[in-house]
């Protein structure tokens, strides 16, 4: 069930390139969060209606009763939210999504660039604790861009993370599908999680149909709801030749059954 609740903030600070990192006490959220479950943040007061919509953000990590969020910094809305402290509260709506990973495989290769990364840390994180197998891919244009690199090591997830920059300036260079089709065949009933970039995703997904496996995408949409009601964030479903609500049948899609 989501919930409209102020947060306090525990933490709000910068990272590095754009990104931030914003940690809520929001024993709630925490308590109903799934991997890819998102919420909707207002970094403005209830009084002030500039900007007017909330942004949404997924929930990267969950401590206790906190909630991690990791954002990056474009415009108005998030600038918004760089401006809160820690002690301020903050309104979230939350936990959203109703779509999630299927969690019947035996290996998963999860796929994320860029601040998309975030969209995917809450599912490794509860694949380590299930004891699943999993390879994880983080790919960024040039390192700055690595928000998630200390999270990756105060978690343990070293050995558990190929690390792509297209520059070259840390780990492998190249792109996130540069070794993916050797990953993804190397073990038996493998599933693919992607989420980042539109291009990118898109470009995993065909990967994955040629060589016939699962993917499953976590999509990244503008939103204004939330939750179903405007209508706002939909990709077509090419089976049913109709239109899904990301926030609402999503996040989370079968690759093969939308238009990317």
């Known amino acids: 069930m989501a919930l409209d609740i102020k947060c306090e903030i525990v933490e709000n600070r910068f990272i590095s390139g754009i ?16 991997p890819a479950s998102f919420v909707m943040i207002r970094g403005v007061e209830d009084y002030q209606y500039d900007p007017l919509l909330r ?16 954002y990056d910094v474009y415009g108005k809305g998030t600038k918004a939210i760089t401006e809160k402290k820690a002690g301020e509260t903050i309104s979230v709506l939350g936990a959203l999504g109703n779509n999630f990973f299927p ?14 990364f975030a969209g995917l840390s809450l599912l490794m994180k509860d694949l380590k604790q299930k004891g699943k197998s999993f390879t994880a891919i983080y790919g960024v244009r040039r390192k700055e861009q690595l928000s998630m690199l200390d999270w990756i090591k105060e978690n343990g997830f070293e050995n ?13 260079k190249g792109l996130v599908t540069e070794d993916l089709e050797k990953i993804a065949t190397k073990h038996h009933n493998t599933m693919l999680a992607v989420c980042g970039p539109h291009g990118m995703m898109k470009a995993v ?6 060589i016939d496996i699962p993917c499953y995408v976590s999509l990244e949409s503008r939103m204004a709801c939330g939750f179903g009601i405007c209508i706002g964030c939909v990709v077509k479903d090419t089976e049913k030749d109709s239109y899904v609500r990301v926030c609402y049948e999503g ?9 990317l």
């Open 19 to 34: 990104t931030w990192l914003l940690r809520l006490k929001a024993p709630e959220i925490a308590k109903e969060a799934k």
């Open 55 to 70: 942004r949404a953000f997924a929930i990267a990590d969950i401590d206790g009763d906190d909630i991690l969020i990791f």
């Open 103 to 116: 969690e019947d495989y035996d290996h998963y290769v999860l796929v994320g660039g860029g601040i998309g």
């Open 251 to 259: 996040p989370v899609f079968d690759a093969s059954k939308i238009e």
């Open 205 to 210: 997904a065909n990967l994955a149909k040629e």
């Open 160 to 172: 558990d993370v190929i690390i792509y920059t297209e520059d070259g300036s840390y780990g492998k």
